[in-house]
């Protein structure tokens, strides 16, 4: 059961399952929901990168401050200006003087033309560079970019963007499978301390009677005051025994919640205690390890690192792009431009310091380490599945061995008490047969949750942690 989670809807009733935890953590573990949350961040750069063939329309515009006015330069073309004004008059002269006569100006008389309108027009030529606008201007456009080839950048910018959101619903899968396994240590955990403590019942019981056996035989005079002290003194032991199991059950169920992510305030009711079930195969299927999240986030990884080296020889291919440009305002602005433009641009390193040739070659090792890694990974699976599997072989031989000794130690109890009984044995016997039962079902049941807890690692490996649930129903 789990009640008093405020918001929820009205509580439960009955045993809180691990199938009903698993449930619960699919909605609110936090571990799950930032996986989730990463997963759709990377689907959105998914859909960006998709749309990035679409032309970028900006809006241009800006102001701009100059230190000085624009100007023009007239002195530094002062004398080509004045030469050239002088032979243009002499030439207009000359060529008036033709018309009438027919011939040539003397020479002479060209000269002094010549010179005469030099001193003139070095005279008056402006001895200062004028103005050309004011020391601002405004202007605002509105441009357009659009992508026609990138030397396969843009697909391979989609690429990287598909191998990271596959990568995302693997780490979502990868999370969730890692909770589950969480989960199903601790509530396996909790089933512990619930199978202990009932084991401990039976045993505090069993000593009660053997104090009160005792305390009786005192009255009766029977046997000495310090023989029902060792009943006591056991029963004191066995039940702080019990109170400490109390206390790591409540430890446990205290993990328990902060993996469902309740408050620590909330009830939970397990009450259900461990059983032996055998696991059912003798080895992992074949090609388990291709179905792992933990091989399919490093595989993951081989193809991101492709398109890596498919983004690195991009780099040494031309860009092209189509260009256009419409004015919208232009203010103080010393030339007039045309109000719109269209154009075809290029950009095409041709030397980068070989720097490109070595990106490419640095992404091609990249691919062949993950290559590595996921080798690695298969093996690493493969051996640990098949030593997890021998270890539950191990714990099976074991509980097999302890569940005989568990027997024999509850039938030597068992005829120690009728001893007693009849006067056979004494009441320290009965308290000594007692113990070796309680540590010999305690050695029982710790093998049980080793094993439950290595077939739940197992079913991680070669499946899902859920399915450990089929040995706990």
Request: glycine residues 4%; proline residues 4%.
């Amino acid at each position: 059961m789990l009640a008093g989670i405020p918001g929820n809807a009205p509580a439960q009733t009955g045993e809180l399952s691990l199938a009903e935890c698993f449930r619960l953590a699919r909605h609110k573990n936090l571990a799950v929901e930032q996986a989730r949350v990463s997963l759709n961040a990377r689907q959105y750069q998914l859909k960006a990168e998709q749309t990035s063939y679409f032309p970028k329309i900006d809006l241009l515009a800006g102001y701009n401050y100059l230190s000085r006015p624009l100007e023009i330069n007239l002195q530094q073309v002062k004398d080509g200006i004045v030469e050239g004004s002088s032979r243009q008059s002499l030439s207009a002269a000359n060529n008036v003087f033709k018309e009438i006569t027919g011939n040539d100006l003397p020479q002479s008389v060209q000269d002094r033309i010549y010179n005469t309108s030099k001193d003139i027009i070095g005279a008056v030529y402006p001895n200062y560079n004028p103005p050309l606008s004011k020391q601002s201007y405004f202007t605002a456009a509105l441009g357009l970019r659009q992508p026609i080839y990138l030397g396969g950048k843009l697909s391979t910018a989609r690429d990287i963007a598909k191998a990271e959101y596959e990568s995302g619903i693997i780490n979502v899968e990868l999370v969730e499978k890692q909770m589950d396994f969480a989960l199903a240590a601790a509530y396996i955990r909790v089933l512990y301390f619930n199978t202990m403590i009932s084991s401990q019942d039976r045993v505090i019981t069993a000593m009660e009677k053997n104090e009160r056996y005792a305390t009786s035989l005192v009255n009766n005079e029977i046997i000495p005051p310090y023989q029902r002290n060792w009943a006591t003194v056991a029963l004191t032991f066995a039940q702080s025994r019990r109170r400490n199991l109390e206390l790591e059950k409540l430890n446990g169920l205290t993990e328990l919640k902060r993996l469902l992510q309740v408050p620590q305030d909330t009830t939970i009711t397990i009450t259900d205690t461990l059983r032996y079930r055998e696991l059912a195969g003798t080895a992992p299927p074949e090609d388990f390890w291709k179905g792992n999240p933990a091989y399919k986030a490093v595989e993951s990884k081989t193809a991101l690192a492709e398109s890596t080296v498919k983004a690195s020889r991009s780099l040494n291919l031309p860009n092209i792009f189509g260009i256009a440009s419409l004015n919208l305002y232009q203010r103080d602005l010393p030339v007039i431009t045309p109000p719109w433009l269209v154009g075809v641009e290029m950009q095409w390193t041709l030397f980068s310091g070989f720097s490109n040739q070595k990106r490419v070659k640095a992404t091609q090792l990249y691919v062949q380490e993950a290559k590595i890694a996921a080798d690695n990974t298969q093996a690493l699976l493969e051996a640990g599945a098949t030593v997890v599997r021998n270890k539950v072989t191990v714990l099976e031989r074991d509980m097999l061995s302890l569940a005989q000794a568990r027997d024999q130690a509850q039938l030597t109890t068992t005829q120690v008490q009728e001893r007693l009984a009849e006067q056979l044995s004494s009441v320290k016997d009965v308290n000594e047969a007692l113990l070796v039962e309680e540590e010999l079902g305690k050695a029982y049941y710790t093998a049980l949750f080793a094993y439950l807890l290595t077939a739940a690692e197992y079913y991680n490996l070669i499946g899902s942690p859920q399915q450990i649930t089929t040995l706990l129903q």
